[in-house]
């Protein structure tokens, strides 16, 4: 059974810090590109960072220089550092992995918030 677990996310003041988790089974991770996503309300979902299975990483433009993605191959995790966070960060986070077929996590909700 494949499950993506995501853990760590809560309401930061604007400025603040995050880390989410991953926690990843039933799935070879070392063949799989993992990504965060986002969703805010109303909106559609969107990619924020992935990680290929040689570490190259991507993030979006909106989040450059704030959020870094990292792996971790013998913990089968990959996380999410997110600073100086802005109120427009919020949004439920997902965990996505994706080789052949796609899993998704049930999501975390980060709000970022005064």
């Known amino acids: 059974q494949v499950q993506l677990v995501e853990s760590g996310g809560g309401l930061v003041q604007p400025g603040g810090s995050l880390r989410l988790s991953c926690a990843v089974s039933g799935v070879d991770f070392n063949y799989y590109v993992m990504g965060w996503y986002r969703q805010a309300p109303g909106k559609k979902r969107e990619l924020v960072a992935s990680v290929s299975p040689g570490g190259m990483k991507t993030h979006a433009d909106s989040v450059k220089g704030r959020f870094t993605i990292s792996r971790d191959s013998a913990k089968n995790t990959v996380s999410l550092q997110m600073s100086s966070l802005k109120p427009e960060d919020t949004a439920v986070y997902y965990c996505?992995?994706?080789?052949?077929?796609?899993?998704w996590g049930q999501g975390t909700q980060v709000t970022v918030s005064s």
């Open positions: 996505n992995a994706e080789h052949i077929w796609i899993y």
